[in-house]
């Protein structure tokens, strides 16, 4: 099987950077179990700057400016504009409860040119259980429609579980009527507080019926609609397109250590925000985010194919899929083990 593919293929396409763990709502599903408290030793902003610098040599990615609520933090709108004259492409991840006319302004002022913002449910009552806060689902309808209306684009995301799986189709028109631009149901990875949701998680056959709709939806859909946390999907693709002869190029599934890759509040490098194992301390490599894209040995881990355990080490789809990395750490305790969610059985097994 190829694998240890030239270092120049897993160059950061996509960096999602926890800038803060404060917020407003109390997510029961929150992987970083963020809340209302000031968390201590949450990176400065000359600190996040270097940082930045660091990743500007390296490649010029999109960077998610997450939390928590990213716009908690004073200097946030100074963060994107410095990143953005650094050349890399910087968006924002509110959840909403701080979104008004002026945010706006700033948020467009600062390069920002689109934002994410997450839906739980069609109605107040899904949404806001999730959300552990009443009033949220308006809020964030509120805030969607500001943003629509003064020029910003945004996207929908949705965490999929047993309380919502069967509003997804009217959460997607709810996307297209509020003028989203892409909608994006995440498949629930249970971290952090969602480790306390695991009843919530949907079956293994569940999955597969959900990437079977979305494959279905997204070919009439007016939006860009993929879903997240589920590389299965590619398998759903190539399957329902009847594709027999597989290529094998760098993974399009689970990106995590190969083309995605997360900063947490203190300078910790990780895979994912799903996955907890850290891959470098920033702080400690001078801030120097290159180092650890190089050297970690949890990304080479990951990028050597060969290293992969189960029926996931097996499978024909393995470039294409590679299974859920967190999700396998999280359920299984090892990271290289099979997906734990795929049905599906290898050709050779």
């Known amino acids: 099987m190829e694998n240890n593919r030239e270092k120049s293929e897993y160059l950061p396409r996509i960096i999602a950077f926890e800038v803060t763990r404060s917020c ?21 902003f000359k600190e996040i700057c270097k940082i930045l610098e660091s990743i ?8 998610i400016l997450t939390g928590g609520e990213p716009m908690l933090r004073e200097d946030i709108y100074e ?60 809020r964030v309808v509120k805030a ?10 945004f996207q929908i995301n949705t965490t999929v579980h047993k309380n919502n799986i069967s509003e997804l189709g009217d959460i997607h028109k709810l996307a297209i009527d509020l ?28 999955y597969e019926e959900v990437l ?14 993929h879903p997240t946390c589920a590389p299965m999907f590619n398998r759903i693709v190539l399957q329902n397109e009847k594709v027999s002869e597989l290529k094998r190029p760098l993974s399009k599934g689970c990106l995590g250590g190969k083309s995605f890759y997360f900063i947490s509040h203190t300078g910790k490098v990780q895979i994912c925000g799903f996955m907890e194992e850290e891959a470098g301390d920033l702080r400690k490599k001078s801030y120097n985010f290159t180092e650890i894209w190089q050297e970690s040995e949890l ?17 024909e789809y393995i470039y ?19 997906e734990p969610m795929c049905i599906y059985i290898p050709e050779g097994s």
């Open 24 to 44: 407003y709502l109390n997510c029961s599903h929150c992987r970083a179990g963020a809340s209302k408290e000031k968390f201590d030793n949450e990176l400065s």
């Open 56 to 63: 500007s040599t390296l490649s010029k990615p999109i960077v």
């Open 79 to 138: 963060i994107a504009a410095y990143g953005n004259k650094l050349g890399l492409k910087m968006v924002m991840a509110p959840c909403g409860y701080m979104l008004d006319i002026d945010s706006v302004d700033k948020i467009k002022k600062s390069g920002i040119k689109t934002i994410s913002l997450s839906i739980d449910g069609s109605n107040p009552d899904t949404h806001d259980k999730l959300r552990g806060k009443k009033g949220a689902f308006d």
């Open 144 to 153: 969607a429609k500001c943003a629509k209306e003064n020029g910003l684009d």
């Open 179 to 206: 003028g989203a631009k892409a909608f994006h149901p995440f498949l629930l990875v249970p971290v952090g507080r969602g480790k306390s949701m695991k009843e919530q998680e949907i079956s293994p056959n569940q």
């Open 212 to 225: 079977n709709w979305v494959y279905k939806t997204k070919k009439e859909s007016r939006m860009f609609f």
């Open 299 to 315: 990304f080479n881990k990951l990028r050597n194919y060969d290293l992969y355990k189960g029926k996931c080490g097996k499978c």
């Open 320 to 338: 294409n899929c590679g299974g859920c990395r967190a999700r396998a750490f999280s359920l299984r305790n090892d990271y290289l083990e099979a």
